[in-house]
């Protein structure tokens, strides 16, 4: 027996040893392959999306050439999607809650105000339990609107009457910018003598509370009286920031982008460029030098044919950019370069680089003033996003959170959405050129007919909603046949905020040295985007209207 027992020991110990060594090589081969993809592995971008996944949204890479879908345009504030930017401390202003309001109602009690209902016949508009019954009115009224601040309230035309105006924004807009507006609001006397709105007037209906008038009503050669133009946005600084001394200029480092075949291409390709060499520049810690010029792609003007000398400022928020970029603009920064060079035996230190070739992180210990990319190749090699391919994508980080639409274009935005009462509802029908491509998608036509919109849209949206559609479609009357079940509303019908009589108007003309700005197609998609975002109920086109695919068959 015991022999038995010693000759069965050695093969029982083996076999323990075999499993064990087993299991320990499978643990040290787990560990070297999780080794390996730990080493590889590249993140999701906290701030935005994976640099491929944006490269997806925003553009279509073909050999260093773009695919443009300009039917939507997005920037900084639309693919903020993880966290919003933070707000500065100078703008950042406490919500009005219904909290702030309940502690605004325990200050009126101490005041000891009267009550009785013959004070409350006519309305005393200072008298702060107006300022709250309009705030909790608003609170109730408008879920989508964040109120930030409002004005004491003036008399309007009856004695029951009293204009408000008030701060806002929106809260599917994740800038801080405010903005402004003005109504009347009749007053009824509710239970234990308090007020209450029997009635809110529309959008800037409190005209009494506006902004006073930066220019004095002038005559006109017939003896009628003439209203002065708008006052502008008093919010929106995009003047261009000075050099100042040359001791500045020479104490700065600068990277400057020579104008490359980016010029003239569709707004995604130059934005896509644009952020590239932004992002580099805030890589290697030195300002950017930009040129406000942007040429405008014939796709977005009427002419079909490029347009040059467009300002940066018309389509995007360069106040904004201050604030989060260095940057300087270019005829500033060629002015004080000139001047320190001149009659300077030492020249301004510069570093000339002639192909995207040479990366971000060749140039990051370089000590020159000014690092010069040109680019003179012939294209695709003289775009400037091919700086940020390859190795340099894994360092260079597009800055979107520094582009913002332009405050003007966006002012004509919340007018819109305000004129509806900020509840409306949205549809996207991409039409033009894609609806006559009927090999890429066959379909898109018919299910984009004012019938077929009907039928899908009824399904979709209650009747007699105020209907807004962002569309391309060229002809106004196109969708008529929706006008028997909604309230449609499409850009044309709002011609008067950028007419030569708006707000619009006059703050482009002086910037543009005194020559009118005509409202292209960029801006009109820009407007059309960022109202189809605030509407309730949003259908689109590739998603919910047609089964054809956004980039064309079999690309889903």
Not at 172 to 183: A, I
Not at 360 to 367: G, H, I
Request: hydrophobic share 35%; net charge neutral; proline share 5%.
């Amino acid at each position: 027996m015991k022999e038995s027992e010693l000759s069965t020991e050695p093969i029982g110990q083996n076999l323990i040893k075999l499993i064990s060594n087993l299991c320990f090589s499978v643990f040290v081969f787990s560990v070297l392959i999780f080794t390996v993809i730990a080493i590889t592995y590249q993140p999701p971008d906290p701030w935005l999306e994976s640099a491929p996944a944006l490269t997806k949204l925003f553009t279509q890479t073909e050999n260093a050439t773009f695919k443009n879908d300009d039917s939507i345009l997005k920037t900084g504030e639309d693919v903020v999607l993880v966290a919003a930017p933070e707000v500065p401390p100078a703008l950042a202003i406490n919500p009005i809650t219904e909290t702030v309001i309940e502690k605004s109602e325990e200050k009126i009690l101490n005041l000891n105000l009267k009550s009785d209902c013959e004070d409350l016949k006519f309305v005393n508009c200072s008298d702060p339990r107006v300022l709250v019954t309009v705030e909790r009115f608003n609170l109730k009224t408008f879920k989508f609107i964040v109120f930030l601040e409002y004005q004491t309230p003036v008399s309007g035309s009856k004695l029951d009457e009293c204009d408000v105006a008030w701060r806002f924004r929106n809260k599917k807009e994740k800038s801080w910018r405010k903005y402004r507006d003005f109504r009347r609001f009749k007053f009824g006397i509710g239970e234990n003598c308090t007020y209450n709105v029997v009635h809110a007037g529309g959008w800037h209906s409190g005209i009494n509370a506006r902004r006073p008038r930066n220019r004095p009503n002038t005559a006109s050669s017939s003896g009628n009286l003439r209203l002065a133009p708008p006052v502008g946005d008093e919010e929106i600084n995009d003047t261009i920031p000075t050099l100042g001394s040359e001791m500045n200029f020479r104490k700065g480092k600068y990277l400057y982008y020579a104008r490359g075949g980016d010029y003239c291409k569709g707004m995604n390709h130059y934005l896509w460029s644009f952020l590239c060499g932004l992002g580099e520049a805030m890589y290697l810690n030195r300002t950017f030098v930009m040129d406000l010029s942007v040429c405008l792609s014939a796709t977005y003007n009427p002419s079909n044919r490029d347009e040059e000398g467009k300002d940066f400022r018309f389509y995007f928020d360069f106040e904004h950019l201050k604030e989060v970029a260095s940057v300087v603009e270019e005829s500033e920064f060629l002015r004080g370069w000139k001047k320190w060079n001149r009659g300077r035996k030492r020249k301004v230190p510069v570093k000339k680089v002639t192909t995207y070739k040479v990366t971000p992180m060749q140039l990051k210990k370089d000590k020159s003033t000014i690092i010069w990319r040109q680019f003179d190749a012939p294209e695709p090699e003289n775009y400037w996003y091919r700086v940020c391919e390859g190795q340099a994508a894994k360092y260079i980080q597009r800055p979107w959170h520094a582009l913002w639409k332009s405050k003007r274009l966006m002012n004509i935005v919340t007018e819109i959405s305000g004129q509806m009462d900020w509840d409306f509802d949205a549809v996207h029908v991409v039409r033009g050129e894609k609806a006559q491509n009927i090999e890429l998608w066959p379909h898109l036509d018919a299910d984009t007919s004012p019938d077929a919109l009907l039928t899908k849209l009824k399904v979709l949206i209650q009747p007699w909603r105020n209907l807004y559609i962002a569309t391309n479609e060229p002809f106004y009357n196109y969708f008529d046949k929706l006008r028997s079940q909604y309230k449609v509303r499409l850009l044309d019908d709002y011609k008067e905020l950028w007419s030569n009589k708006s707000e619009w108007y006059n703050e482009t003309t002086l910037l543009n040295d005194g020559k009118p700005v005509e409202f292209d197609g960029y801006m009109r998609v820009a407007v059309d985007t960022e109202v189809l975002y605030r509407a309730k109920t949003r259908v689109e086109t590739f998603y919910n209207l047609t089964k054809d695919c956004k980039d064309g068959i079999n690309t889903c």
